[in-house]
């Protein structure tokens, strides 16, 4: 798990997602993790897998789970 809270009393976590390949597979992830509540910023890179996640509070990893497969993709857990 990488979480750490920042000055602004926000949370960065980075999860590891598997298959996503483009652009599209990173805006499809994106999209879907910015519809949970207190998600303030998502930025997936599909060369490494990984997708950052600012939050005001740690995520339930179920919803991120949720979120990741309905864009139809795997969460292979935090990086």
């Known amino acids: ?10 949370v ?3 999860y ?7 652009g599209h597979c990173e805006g499809s992830v ?3 993790i ?4 207190g998600v ?11 997708v950052t996640v600012v939050s005001a509070a740690p995520l339930d990893e179920a919803a991120v789970r949720a979120a990741v497969d309905e864009a ?4 292979v857990g935090e990086a």
């Open 30 to 32: 994106s999209s879907e």
């Open 34 to 37: 910015s519809g949970i509540p």
């Open 16 to 22: 590891k997602v598997s298959g996503m390949s483009c």
């Open 72 to 75: 139809g993709f795997e969460l």
């Open 40 to 50: 303030g910023s998502v930025q997936a890179v599909a060369s490494t897998g990984e």
């Open 12 to 14: 960065t976590t980075v």
């Open 1 to 10: 798990m990488t979480a750490q809270t920042d000055i602004t009393g926000s």
